[in-house]
């Protein structure tokens, strides 16, 4: 009995390493996509199990599942290892100058949480030039009253379907556009901020909605909405940002896609995974709140922030213009350009 579940339990995570290799958007098996370290941990400890097997086990299936795991293991350590202080930045780390940078915060309130004076206290704490909330209803526009006069440039849609978004900056906003890139009923946001020193960026703020049973069976919609946020942030010649809650994690197939499409770099890499959800439950986290940044900037701090209730982390980073570009961005050959152009069209036709 000991053997079948061990079995079963190898067979199910080599399974679930490799199943997201399939290109389909089906969400069960795109939610496989998610938890990569646990998989790894899991494996290791699967090889120990199979080691201790090989005292009484007489036959070679030992050193097969062994072998299996050994390859699972190593090709999920291809995947974290970039999202960790060993591997290679895409971004270098700069001085930060209050002229020719940003500071930002963003956060998944979730919509029902009612602990309003905590994110207030995160905001004061960490005294962000922009902040961005999602899951946020007039509930949340109401208890974050407190900041605005801090913030006199805002933009707000309160929404009761969990995808409201607040938008404050003590920053000079030159251009503003809301759009429903993919669904009517999900907002995003798209501005033109001046900086202190008179340079003009874009943020392209983003809450796509997540593959998740009874919600939206497939990643359709969420992957055309990242893909073309990132053609548009492509095609812009100002320096640009792309932040929020994207329901996916930094390692995807999809947020590859979209680094190579749009050319732009994510802080993460080569500083660690910077978990952002799940909050209340430490064994399964990943990083599904992002800050991408264009090849303009450097990258002064990111850090996950404390918890304000919800149940993903906010996460703060201060970016920085800079002179020169060191940024080691991704470019997307052309099969790729094909298949993020595939993916758009999809999402647009499902909608």
């Known amino acids: 009995m000991g053997l079948f579940i061990l079995r ?11 199943f997201p290799l399939v290109k389909l ?14 998989k790894f941990v899991f494996t290791l400890i699967l090889i120990v199990c199979w080691t201790f097997t090989l005292t009484v086990e007489s036959t070679p299936e030992p050193f097969y599942w062994i072998f299996a795991l050994t390859v699972t293991s190593a090709y999920l350590l291809s995947k974290v290892w970039p999202f960790t202080p060993l591997g290679k930045k895409m971004i270098e780390t700069v001085p930060y100058s209050e002229e020719a940078g940003i500071n930002i915060l963003v956060g998944n309130v979730y919509q029902y949480n009612k602990e309003y004076s905590k994110a207030v206290s995160l905001v004061s704490d960490v005294n962000p030039d922009l902040i961005f909330f999602v899951e946020t209803d007039k509930a949340w526009e109401k208890g974050l009253s407190e900041i605005e006069k801090n913030y006199p440039a805002q933009v707000k849609i309160p929404l009761d379907n969990t995808y409201g978004l607040l938008l404050y900056t003590r920053m000079e906003i030159v251009r503003q556009e809301i759009n429903y890139l993919i669904d009517e009923e999900i907002p995003s946001l798209e501005l033109d901020i001046k900086l202190r020193n008179g340079e003009i960026i874009t ?3 983003i809450h796509p909605t997540p593959p998740v049973p009874g919600e939206n069976e ?8 990242i893909l073309m946020v990132g053609k548009k942030s492509k095609e812009n010649p100002k320096p640009s940002l792309v932040i929020g809650d994207l329901n996916d994690v930094a390692w995807s197939y999809t947020t ?16 660690g995974l ?11 986290r990943w990083p599904l709140d992002h800050i991408f940044l264009s090849k303009h900037f450097g990258l002064a701090s990111l850090k996950v922030q404390k918890g304000i209730g919800s149940d993903h982390f906010p996460i703060s980073l201060k970016a920085v213009l800079t002179p020169s570009n060191d940024t080691e961005t991704m470019k997307a050959n052309g099969s790729e350009k094909e298949e993020a152009r595939e993916k758009i069209s999809r999402g647009l036709e499902e909608d």
Do not use: C
């Open 8 to 18: 079963l339990f190898t067979a199910f995570f080599i399974l679930a390493t490799f």
């Open 203 to 205: 943020i392209y703020a």
């Open 256 to 271: 590859e896609l979209f680094l190579k499409n749009s050319e732009m770099a994510d802080p993460r890499r080569g500083r």
């Open 218 to 225: 497939k990643s359709t919609e969420r992957d055309a909405e």
């Open 274 to 284: 910077f978990n952002t959800f799940h909050a209340k439950v430490p064994l399964f």
């Open 25 to 38: 958007d089906f969400w069960w098996i795109r939610v496989f996509d998610y938890p990569r370290l646990q």
